[in-house]
């Protein structure tokens, strides 16, 4: 498995960790409230984006070659005093790489992310027209690199550095509401590739809505990076750009309800050795929220 393989299959896992944002607004959760979301997303691809933007095989010198992700995602979000929440994100990877030269298989844990959001009314803000919060955090990198071209690595190796604006309404009495998010990712250096990966851009913006059991939901989700930058060299590899639009439907059950969706990569471009892939991702998942809060 060539070196070019090993970056692929992993960037694989990066897509559906860029592409992993919560079910709920940007309304910040009350004291002792908040929402969890367990959630498997599939995706099967032989196709990537170049750097000109176009769809390609995932590794040109073996184009039948196959990366196979699954990952298990419990996300959810907190409320901790009035006008600041915490959200977390816990993923579990199974990856495999079907080539001609070999076929691989890793599971295991991925990065992690923790994030800390804050609405006006923490400053005493009284409650505004627009639903609007403040939202900061890491990608820590618990998972596991491995610089070796024989195995897949679950992790990017490097922490991320995100702050992001959003905001949101309710169209009531019209059972709809418009959200959305955009900020910057700071992005460190992974010193055992000697890669500056590039900061980066990200966006996200959702009309949804419900109407009885059913609720449904239409996102679009993006990212504009720099170059990424080999820190020994200097060499400069082409910016990572990834456009999706994101449906989902759901049917309440139980206490929660049950969501289908699926990410449908629209725009992309990335490097040969950093490929992004082009094909789409499957999710299904389990949302509950609750508004009795835990403590008084």
Do not use: C
């Amino acid at each position: 498995m060539t070196m070019i393989r090993q970056s692929v299959v992993g960037t694989a896992v990066l897509l559906l960790l860029l592409t992993a944002t919560p079910s709920h607004g940007q309304w910040v959760e009350a004291p002792g409230t908040g929402w969890v979301q367990l959630q498997v997303a599939h995706q099967r691809t032989q196709e990537g984006f170049s750097k000109d933007g176009t769809v390609v095989p995932l590794d040109e010198l073996d184009p039948d070659a196959e990366s196979i992700t699954t990952t298990a995602r419990l996300t959810g979000a907190l409320g901790l005093f009035r006008g600041l929440d915490a959200w977390v994100d816990l993923p579990l990877h199974r990856q495999a790489f079907n080539g001609s030269g070999s076929d691989l298989l890793t599971t295991g844990l991925g990065d992690p992310r923790v994030f800390l959001r804050a609405g006006p009314s923490l400053l005493g803000i009284p409650e505004l027209p627009v639903a609007v919060a403040l939202r900061g955090g890491v990608k820590l990198t618990t998972g596991t690199f491995e610089n070796d071209a024989e195995t897949i690595s679950l992790s990017q190796g490097q922490r991320d550095w995100s702050l992001l604006l959003e905001a949101g309404t309710s169209l009531h009495p019209v059972p709809i509401y418009v959200s959305g998010w955009a900020g910057h990712r700071w992005r460190e250096e992974n010193e055992q590739i000697a890669r500056d990966p590039g900061n980066e851009w990200v966006f996200n913006t959702a009309v949804g809505g419900s109407l009885g059991r059913f609720e449904w939901k239409v996102a679009v989700d993006g990212l504009f990076g720099r170059p990424s930058i080999d820190t020994r060299t200097g060499f400069e590899f082409a910016a990572r750009e990834l456009v999706q639009v994101i449906p989902t439907v759901g049917w309440s059950v139980g206490p929660g309800a049950v969501q289908l969706g699926a990410r449908l990569p629209v725009h992309g471009q990335s490097t040969r050795s950093d490929r992004l892939p082009a094909s789409p991702t499957v999710t299904l998942g389990y949302f509950l929220s609750w508004d009795d809060p835990l403590w008084k």
